[in-house]
């Protein structure tokens, strides 16, 4: 990365990246004012633009490229996908436990849609980023699938084998994210290990075990600063904004 006075960064990914929580008092997703991007957004020198959306994957990713990244001629692109890939469809589970479930993008798939996305964007001269996945409290995960329906829980359960294989699952895009990062040499902040270190790190969940809360968002956001404070930073202004 070239030196200037301002940058524009573009933070891409899914509903995270949007910021989309729980409000538990209204029973409803909301989005967060405060998100992490947009309080990234208000250490940097620069424009920080959030082109994340609810439920995306990284192959509607690829589809919104354009319109979301390239036209806006960043600098920088934040990339966060994840989340939603390695998901599955737990109703179709709950009602047939004993069929086979794909997740909705195979983890080959994941893994050579990421490599493009960076091929891509490093052709046209744009740095790509790459952050782990924010660790999901499987516990609250499978409570928010199954919704208390005794039926789902044991149809899944007899599925899944174990709660924790949710987990162990998610982990398994987070790790896919580092070894990409690691094969084709990209910037990498690791969130995950980060906020894993905070012990209980489900104080930084939503309800629903998987969104980042108020705080999960400004941990994420700290995280992010320090990792450009250390590296790269130019790109913060002299006196970040709080």
């Known amino acids: 990365m070239k030196t200037k006075e301002s940058y524009k960064l573009v933070a891409f990914g899914d509903s995270i990246t949007k910021g989309v929580i729980y ?122 699938i199954t919704k208390g329906d005794k039926v789902a829980e044991q149809n899944i359960l007899r599925w899944l084998g174990s709660e924790i294989e949710i987990y162990n699952w998610h982990k398994v895009y987070s790790e896919m994210i580092t070894k990409i990062a690691h094969r084709t040499k990209t910037i990498l902040i690791d969130v995950r290990s980060e ?11 939503c309800i629903d075990g998987i969104h980042p809360n108020l705080e999960g968002h400004s941990l994420i956001a700290d995280i992010i600063l320090n990792f450009v404070e250390d590296n790269y930073k130019f790109l913060l202004k002299s006196i970040p904004i709080p």
Not at 96 to 111: G, L, M, Q, V, Y
Not at 195 to 205: H, P, V
Request: net charge positive.
């Open 23 to 144: 409000d538990s008092r209204r029973a409803r997703y909301s989005n967060l004012k405060n998100c992490f991007a947009n309080l990234v957004g208000k250490s940097i020198k620069g424009t920080v633009y959030n082109a994340g959306r609810f439920g995306s994957t990284i192959k509607r990713g690829v589809s919104k490229m354009y319109p979301d990244v390239m036209k806006k001629t960043p600098d920088i692109v934040l990339i966060e996908f994840g989340g939603n890939d390695c998901d599955f469809d737990w109703k179709s589970i709950a009602h047939n436990p004993d069929s086979e479930h794909k997740p909705k993008t195979d983890i080959s798939i994941f893994r050579d849609t990421l490599f493009n996305m960076i091929c891509t964007f490093e052709k046209f001269s744009i740095t790509p980023v790459l952050m782990t996945l924010p660790p999901l409290d499987y516990r609250r995960y499978f409570k928010w």
């Open 195 to 205: 906020i894993l270190k905070q012990g209980d790190y489900s104080r930084f969940l």
